[in-house]
């Protein structure tokens, strides 16, 4: 069965005065399987402390060509400097994509269903006021041209999430499953501390959207 692992390895590191505020680490991993045809499309549109990239997959007949469905995912990930702070901000992004990206990533415009996660956390001098915002965005949209597709929450904690896609077919067949999954890991150097993770969450199941904050 035809599987697809698209990665991205992302570190900003926060320096200020000859010293590391802050380590800021996200990992995203897309893994799809299916019996039909995998495409996966890949656009970068990072720029300077900001990793944004934008990933798709496409299922689609081996013999008609004709598209199954797809899902799209942004990743955006940055580090803030808060008021008079003032940092130097390294950021590190390395993607591995297998099968290699065949063209662009393009935004579903009418998804099925979609989910939006949103996690924060800031950084701190000991005892003092925040200097610093760590930021990781996950969007993530799924489309079925024929049967059904599905979006599901399996893991959302402070450091993980996971997220179960599954297409299928009229009948109610799997036609493909595939697994988004974000992990975060901030830590913060000498003089400085992490404060509280703040995770907003949205969801739309193509009926009803719900906005979650923890």
Same mark, same amino acid.
């Given at each position: 069965?035809?599987?697809?692992?698209?990665?991205?390895?992302?570190?900003?590191?926060?320096?200020?005065?000859?010293?590391?505020?802050?380590?800021?680490?996200?990992?995203?991993?897309?893994?799809?399987?299916?019996?039909?045809?995998?495409?996966?499309?890949?656009?970068?549109?990072?720029?300077?402390?900001?990793?944004?990239?934008?990933?798709?997959?496409?299922?689609?007949?081996?013999?008609?060509?004709?598209?199954?469905?797809?899902?799209?995912?942004?990743?955006?990930?940055?580090?803030?400097?808060?008021?008079?702070?003032?940092?130097?901000?390294?950021?590190?992004?390395r993607s591995t994509i297998d099968?290699? *990206?065949?063209? $662009?990533?393009? &935004?579903?415009?009418?998804?099925? %269903?979609? !989910?939006?996660?949103?996690?924060?956390?800031? =950084?701190?001098?000991?005892?003092?006021?925040?200097?610093?915002?760590?930021?990781?965005?996950?969007?993530?949209?799924?489309?079925?041209?024929?049967?059904?597709?599905?979006?599901?929450?399996?893991?959302?904690?402070?450091?993980?999430?996971?997220?179960?896609?599954?297409?299928?077919?009229?009948?109610?067949?799997?036609?493909?499953?595939?697994?988004?999954?974000?992990?975060?890991?901030?830590?913060?150097? *000498?003089?400085? $501390?992490?404060? &509280?993770?703040?995770?907003?969450? %949205?969801? !739309?199941?193509?009926?009803?959207?719900?906005? =979650?904050?923890?």
């Amino acid at each position: 069965m035809p599987t697809t692992n698209d990665n991205r390895s992302i570190k900003i590191t926060a320096n200020s005065a000859g010293v590391t505020a802050s380590d800021f680490q996200v990992d995203f991993a897309a893994s799809f399987s299916s019996d039909s045809a995998l495409t996966l499309n890949f656009t970068d549109k990072s720029a300077d402390a900001c990793d944004r990239t934008h990933h798709e997959v496409v299922i689609s007949d081996p013999a008609t060509g004709s598209e199954i469905g797809r899902s799209w995912i942004k990743v955006k990930v940055l580090t803030k400097e808060l008021g008079d702070f003032s940092a130097t901000l390294d950021r590190i992004g390395r993607s591995t994509i297998d099968p290699p *990206a065949a063209g $662009e990533a393009n &935004k579903i415009r009418d998804p099925s %269903t979609s !989910d939006l996660r949103r996690w924060a956390q800031p =950084v701190a001098q000991s005892g003092g006021s925040n200097v610093l915002r760590n930021v990781a965005v996950v969007e993530a949209m799924s489309s079925s041209a024929a049967g059904s597709v599905s979006q599901t929450l399996r893991t959302n904690d402070a450091s993980e999430l996971l997220i179960a896609v599954d297409f299928s077919d009229a009948r109610g067949g799997t036609v493909a499953s595939g697994t988004l999954t974000l992990t975060t890991t901030a830590t913060a150097g *000498a003089g400085y $501390e992490v404060g &509280k993770v703040v995770i907003t969450d %949205t969801e !739309d199941d193509g009926d009803s959207t719900r906005r =979650v904050i923890r």
